[in-house]
């Protein structure tokens, strides 16, 4: 990464393995950054620590919080740290406006005191940039579960992908480049058109109770109750179901128990599989977006 | 499969999962099983279970032994049963001449005794057909491998393949599929030609040593030492090494440990990653092998 960020602090406030990849790819970029709850030696050129939120947003042109942000009490979400962190809308207040506020997904809480504030809220995960990388992670994460799964391989097996949104087609397209024979259920004809483009067979919803039979496994990415109990009927009993579709999931996962159905819930899984790699993803749009404001300074 | 071998009476001595897939295909082809050394139940139709070899061989038209076979004293490989039993000339000596023995790879004893009685012994291993097939999830289980190893995706990885044999043709186009910056090392010209024709980069074996400083994996698939000392010199400590040659693999481990990289001999990944898959790919030439002979009889 280009050195850019010559002169920016950036306080980094709690956050998972992601975000040591993170401050590595801002120290890269010559940021200086402040951190509180995070597992950092401050003996790194360019890093300060802190034991409180106070004295480490002092001077900063961004705060990037955790994944998962604030809950709706304002506790931080800092799984590498013991102690516990809480935002208020005082210690907030010290930020001068137009300040960044980065996060994953933002709580209502957060929404609020940040437009009260006037600051800039911005939600990483719900950036194109990064949902389109965090895919990559995510559709190999799945695939490693599914090879530890099977006793076959992925290479001529028969697999099913529900849906064809951002993590849906990076998903067909590695199964379909590992040999597996992959059909993809989706709503939309141009969708299905897609699918077709890539050389994958296209499944519409309208149709899927009748493939579900065949697959030997089932990749769901449609967050809703897709997979119901009349679906599970369908599905043999050497099929396993793996729902990468955002908790709850869209499996009834009470009828796949009762029917004797393998259907696992998979995490989130970036964070997880490769967190360098998920790491350097979530830097990427951090590191443009304070450069360019820098640079219109 | 089809069911060819109506007539046909098959011992199947021993051996691992894979063998319990290969009982199934030969079911489902028709044939009688005689099983000793597996915790198969007599309940399958067409399944007789013995408990001495003896027996076990009475009236058949062939005879599967483990895929390691028989050791320099006659003791089979059973790794599922706790029972040990040893195959001795004279047991041997009631098989009609021209019976098939199957194995994985013979030992010389096995070899001599066959050879003696003039029965028919198939190395599976050593068969084209089942060593092309079997590198399928070979390079699968050494992708698994990788990705619980490593903390990026395969993605946009920088990898190295070293070798072009079955296995380093079916691993290079896998992680080139999956989307790694691959390279391939290998010494023959046409080897070189294929590597490119396939879109990854090749590198002459004399120009090795340059390569491995990028390297964020390097998978040798070459049984004999590439990967001396001098070489893992040039390798970075991120690096991981997996090494898929077969015992003792062709990287100077010590070296490895002294100089702080990572680098692991895989054990042989079939049967343990996709027993299903590779007990199919056995079953294949035995029903082959058997029905054509069973059709010119």
Same mark, same amino acid.
């Given at each position: 990464m280009q050195p850019k960020l010559k002169g920016v602090t950036v306080a980094v406030i709690g956050g998972d393995a992601r975000y040591l990849v993170l401050i590595d790819e801002l120290i890269a970029s010559e940021a200086r950054v402040n951190v509180v709850g995070m597992p950092v030696t401050s003996s790194v050129k360019g890093v300060t620590l802190y034991d409180n939120l106070e004295g480490c947003l002092v *001077? %900063? !042109?961004? %705060?990037?919080?955790?994944?998962? *942000?604030?809950?709706?009490k304002g506790l931080l979400h800092c799984v590498l740290s013991e102690q516990k962190y809480t935002m208020t809308e005082e210690i907030?207040? !010290?930020l001068p406006k137009g300040? &960044?506020? &980065?996060?994953g997904l933002a709580s209502f809480l957060l929404k609020q005191m940040t437009s009260r504030m006037e600051l800039r809220l911005i939600e990483l995960m719900s950036l194109d940039e990064v949902a389109i990388l965090n895919a990559i992670p995510s559709a190999e994460g799945v695939v490693q579960m599914a090879m530890e799964l099977l006793p076959v391989t992925i290479h001529g097996s028969s697999v099913i992908v529900l849906g064809f949104g951002r993590t849906g087609k990076t998903l067909a397209r590695l199964l379909g480049a590992m040999g597996a024979k992959t059909k993809v259920v #989706? =709503?939309?004809?141009a969708d299905l058109a897609r699918v077709t483009e890539m050389n994958l067979v296209p499944v519409a919803f309208n149709n899927m109770l009748d493939c579900l039979g065949e697959a030997e496994v089932i990749f769901n990415t449609i967050p809703a109750r897709v997979l119901t109990e009349e679906a599970l009927c369908r599905v043999s009993h050497d099929t396993i179901i793996i729902d990468l579709a955002s908790d709850p999931g869209g499996t009834d996962f009470q #009828? #796949?128990?009762r029917l004797g159905i393998k259907a696992v819930l998979t995490p989130s899984?970036? *964070? =997880? %599989?490769?967190?360098?790699? #998920?790491g350097r993803i979530l830097a990427q749009p951090i590191v443009r977006l304070l450069s360019e404001k820098t640079a219109s300074n």
């Open positions: *001077g %900063v !042109q961004a %705060v990037i919080l955790p994944i998962l *942000g604030i809950d709706e907030m207040s !010290q300040t &960044f506020v &980065f996060t #989706a =709503r939309k004809p #009828a #796949a128990e899984l970036p *964070g =997880r %599989v490769a967190p360098k790699t #998920a």
